[in-house]
T-cell receptor, first 114, second 113 residues
Framework: ETGVTQTPRHLVMGMTNKKSLKCEQHLGHNAMYWYKQSAKKPLELMFVYSLEERVENNSVPSRFSPECPNSSHLFLHLHTLQPEDSALYLC?????????????FGQGTRLTVV | GDSVTQMEGPVTLSEEAFLTINCTYTATGYPSLFWYVQYPGEGLQLLLKATKADDKGSNKGFEATYRKETTSFHLEKGSVQVSDSGVYFCALTSNFGNEKLTFGTGTRLTIIP
């Protein structure tokens, strides 16, 4: 496989459930990201990992918990979510965490909280 | 802080029409500017970029020129195709202590045959 792969593609969960989103990249990149895409809003950067260390956390509620066990994998653990958390969650990677580096995105996980 | 403003959509055009999607920005320092496109059912992919003033990014017939005087990076294409349908995002990185990508809201483009 090449590129950035996200699983699952679709997820429906209740507010009391615990689930995890998975992202995998086979590009040899050092930086990985989680974004939230909601209708009519800019993409929101949630977390940044560079060389498996979290370098940015944009005031994301604690019900979202990221994990980066190695440079190829990134998880987003979800628990006690709210209906307003329903959105498309996009994972991305780039060679380095620097301004001019192209980011490669996965297809996203469409999350619905009921 | 940094921000990107792009024209509201959706935009619907006939095939072979001329396309412009406006984008303006506010940033600290000297940003790099990007256009990303999201085709149906796919993730975002880089369409073109420009890293300094007066640079022109181009790809697949699309062009955008980095205009520092007007803080703009408008996307243009002379003759659109049905396959160009998707959501277009303007984005920047400030290259000044804040290197994350800042995106606009996206503009949905639909091309009809």
């Amino acid at each position: 496989e090449t590129g950035v792969t996200q699983t699952p593609r679709h997820l429906v969960m209740g507010m009391t459930n615990k689930k995890s989103l998975k992202c995998e990249q086979h590009l040899g990149h050092n930086a990985m990201y989680w974004y939230k895409q909601s209708a009519k809003k800019p993409l929101e950067l949630m977390f940044v990992y560079s060389l498996e260390e979290r370098v940015e956390n944009n005031s994301v509620p604690s019900r979202f918990s990221p994990e980066c066990p190695n440079s190829s994998h990134l998880f987003l653990h979800l628990h006690t979510l709210q209906p307003e958390d329903s959105a498309l969650y996009l994972c991305a990677s780039s060679q380095e965490w620097t301004g001019n580096t192209e980011a490669f995105f996965g297809q996203g996980t469409r999350l619905t909280v009921v | 802080g940094d921000s990107v403003t792009q024209m509201e959509g959706p935009v619907t055009l006939s095939e072979e029409a001329f396309l412009t999607i406006n984008c303006t920005y506010t940033a600290t320092g000297y940003p790099s500017l990007f256009w990303y496109v999201q085709y149906p059912g796919e993730g975002l992919q880089l369409l073109l970029k420009a890293t300094k003033a007066d640079d022109k990014g181009s790809n697949k017939g699309f062009e955008a020129t980095y205009r520092k005087e007007t803080t703009s990076f408008h996307l243009e294409k002379g003759s659109v195709q049905v396959s160009d349908s998707g959501v277009y995002f303007c984005a920047l990185t400030s290259n000044f202590g804040n290197e994350k990508l800042t995106f606009g809201t996206g503009t949905r483009l639909t091309i009809i045959p």
